[in-house]
């Protein structure tokens, strides 16, 4: 199957700063990216869709200016933490996929985010 | 709009026993169904994936799932599982003539013991 690399798998900042979270496809052109974030326990909740070249579309209750999200090429997607607290510490997941199908998308592995 | 019940929190079951993880979902409009897994501290991983045609799905490390409109389920089994299937467990549901955003369910933790 196709490959989504996400990096990094495990990251500590301390509290104010930023951190930016990388999610490559590696052998596919994705066309869309999306990003998730899990608390423990629970299942996935969509915190946005991105399409390579224009703005991401953000789910309600999700803060855009905290959590920027580019997508400027066909296999690159970040995610940027911008002065981050730690109600921010949770596991992120990025997936992505070649144009809108039925086939769904694949998932990077994960980042593990915590904000002392 | 989509969505998915996945009955179960948690699922204890003995090695090499038989196992079922149920998901039922609703929607208006046709649907294509899928089941992940994920292990500590990872991303997910498509198990199988109903899109259309046989309604018994067969996917990877053993599992299948039978999609059944008329109860509007997708139950995933397992004849007989293994100490390393333990995980968290995740059904999932798209709609058709969309964008094909998946809903996940709220995952079934499978803790298989010895």
């Known amino acids: 199957g196709a490959v989504v690399s996400q990096h990094p798998s495990r990251v500590i900042c301390k509290s104010g700063t930023s951190v930016k979270i990388e999610c490559r496809s590696l052998?596919?052109?994705?066309?869309?990216m999306f990003w998730y974030r899990q608390f423990p326990k629970q299942s996935l909740m969509l915190m946005a869709t991105s399409n390579e070249g224009s703005k991401a579309t953000y789910e309600q209750g999700v803060e855009k200016d905290k959590f920027l999200i580019n997508h400027a090429s066909l296999t690159l997607s970040t995610l940027t933490v911008t002065s981050a607290h730690p109600e921010d510490s949770s596991f992120y997941i990025c997936?992505?996929?070649?144009?809108?199908?039925?086939?769904?998308?694949?998932f990077g592995q994960g980042t593990r985010l915590t904000v002392v | 709009a989509q969505s998915v019940t996945q009955l179960d929190s948690q699922v204890p079951v003995f090695e090499e026993a038989p196992v079922e993880l149920r998901c039922n979902y609703s929607?208006?409009?046709?649907?294509?169904l899928f089941w992940y897994v994920q292990y500590p501290n990872q991303g997910l991983q498509l198990l199988l994936k109903y899109l259309s045609g046989s309604t018994l799905v067969k996917g990877i490390n053993g599992f299948e799932a039978e999609f059944n409109k008329s109860q509007t389920s997708f139950h995933l089994r397992k004849p007989s599982v293994h100490i390393s299937d333990t995980a968290e467990y995740f059904c999932?549901?798209?709609?058709?003539?969309?964008?094909?955003?998946?809903?996940f369910g709220r995952g079934t933790s499978l803790i298989v013991h010895p």
């Open positions: 999932a549901v798209s709609e058709g003539g969309g964008s094909y955003i998946p809903t």
């Open positions: 929607s208006s409009v046709s649907v294509y």
């Open positions: 052998d596919f052109q994705a066309t869309t």
């Open positions: 997936s992505a996929r070649q144009g809108p199908s039925k086939e769904g998308a694949f």
